[in-house]
């Protein structure tokens, strides 16, 4: 069956409006997933593992989450000449519908690389990479316009400063974009609070609970997201296993929602999943306890499957949860019972959805995945395999 398209956002959508919904840049890595290890290899040993995957990762797992959603995804990155930038370059553009038109090809540039191994529902990894051949805003130049876009905060690229030259992120916002900021672990520790001065030109600003904490010196998730609703528009804390909370002072919001009991094999990624499931909330205009649940529910989706960008679900995964949901809701429980009520807002999207949506990929260099310890087949579609030849699969979404 033909993979079909759904647009959450066709009732916003305007000859005169933005090109893309999302714009994004960052680091492209090739990851490669090794699963069901007994343990860590020792020095001088080797073991077996179960399943492998390979994927575009890095910003990747951002840009195909995003546009998984049906949010039309821009992506600025650097690539290689090597066939691992061939890959993850056909991947985001053939298989998953990302603009890679402010990207850029490298002679000579060795695409990065990470090599990631779960071992009892944690994870190990590998990496090996290069600086980027060119600047991000010597290789975007003026972004796209688009209706959000979504930024790492950093101190080496601070929005904002004073006398410092205007970022690619700064220029979007100034043509309409909405920035949605997340932060990176600070490995010194030192956690500055400068960091936040750069919120003045965000709309949302979405770090976890322990980053949260860091940055504003405070001692609770909650105490944290009232630290931060004093500088952004938007302010989420998400906090793992317990969900999220969040305050939206341009409506006068304020929400707490606990997150779908899962078990959890990989959160590799879960992050980028909860935000492109917030961002698509927010451009839809739907309430934010809707948002938070929905961002939440992609993200524990994700958290089922190995493997980053292979675990971001589509349209046609959230269709199929929603349906099992209202089924075990029907047979009574009381857990089932609310979460029918909390997610009771999906039923008037899930009708809308096509028969055969998006669903999770498992995107690799070889014909068959199997992170989840058997052989995924390649759906039967035209595409540019291995060997170039014309008509053999390639991986394509489906579900696992």
């Known amino acids: 069956m033909a993979v079909q398209a759904y647009d959450p956002l066709s009732h916003e959508r305007t000859l005169e409006g933005p090109q893309f919904d999302v714009f994004l840049a960052g680091t492209v890595f090739l990851d490669i997933v090794f699963t069901g290890l007994p343990a860590m290899p020792a020095a001088g040993t080797e073991i077996w593992a179960d399943g492998m995957g390979s994927c575009p990762g ?4 951002l840009a195909i989450a995003t546009s998984r959603l049906g949010l039309r995804t821009s992506l600025a990155a650097a690539f290689g000449d090597d066939d691992y930038g061939d890959f993850c370059w056909r991947t985001l553009e053939e298989q998953e519908a990302v603009d890679l038109s402010r990207s850029r090809r490298f002679e000579q540039w060795h695409s990065p690389v990470t090599v990631s191994m779960a071992v009892d ?7 090996h990479g290069h600086p980027s051949p060119m600047p991000a805003a010597e290789m975007i130049g003026l972004p796209p316009r688009s209706r959000a876009a979504i930024v790492t905060l950093s101190p080496d690229e601070p929005l904002g400063a004073p006398g410092s030259s205007c970022n690619w992120a700064e220029a979007a916002h100034r043509d ?4 949605f900021a997340d932060v990176g ?13 750069q919120l003045s030109v965000c709309h949302a600003f979405m770090p976890n609970a322990i980053e949260a904490m860091a940055y504003t010196r405070t001692d609770t998730p909650r105490d944290a997201l009232y630290a931060i609703a004093d500088r952004v528009p938007l302010a989420v804390v998400t906090d793992g296993a317990n969900g999220a909370l969040a305050i939206d002072s341009t409506t006068g919001e304020e929400a707490f929602i606990p997150a779908p009991r899962v078990t959890a094999l990989d959160p590799t990624g879960a992050g980028d999943v909860f935000g492109a499931g917030l961002v698509l909330g927010t451009l839809c205009r739907w309430p934010l306890a809707d948002r938070l649940a929905f961002a939440g529910l992609c993200a524990s989706l994700a958290v089922q499957q190995f493997g980053g960008s292979l675990a971001a679900p589509g349209w046609g995964d959230i269709a199929d949860w929603w349906h099992e949901a209202r089924l075990a809701a029907d047979h009574g429980g009381a857990y089932g019972s609310s979460l029918a009520r909390r997610y009771a ?16 990929a498992v ?16 759906a039967e579609t ?18 696992e």
């Open 58 to 61: 890095g910003i990747a797992n």
């Open 121 to 127: 529902r944690d994870r190990s990894m590998v990496t």
């Open 176 to 179: 309409g974009a909405l920035i």
């Open 185 to 197: 672990w600070d490995p010194s520790g030192a956690w500055p609070r400068s960091l936040l001065d």
């Open 345 to 360: 807002f999906l039923d008037r999207l899930v009708p809308t959805v096509p028969v055969g949506a998006v669903r999770r």
């Open 363 to 378: 995107a690799t260099i070889a014909r068959y995945a199997d992170v989840g310890g058997t052989p995924q087949k390649a």
């Open 382 to 399: 035209p595409g540019e395999p291995e060997d170039g030849g014309p008509n053999t699969p390639r991986v394509t979404a489906q579900k």
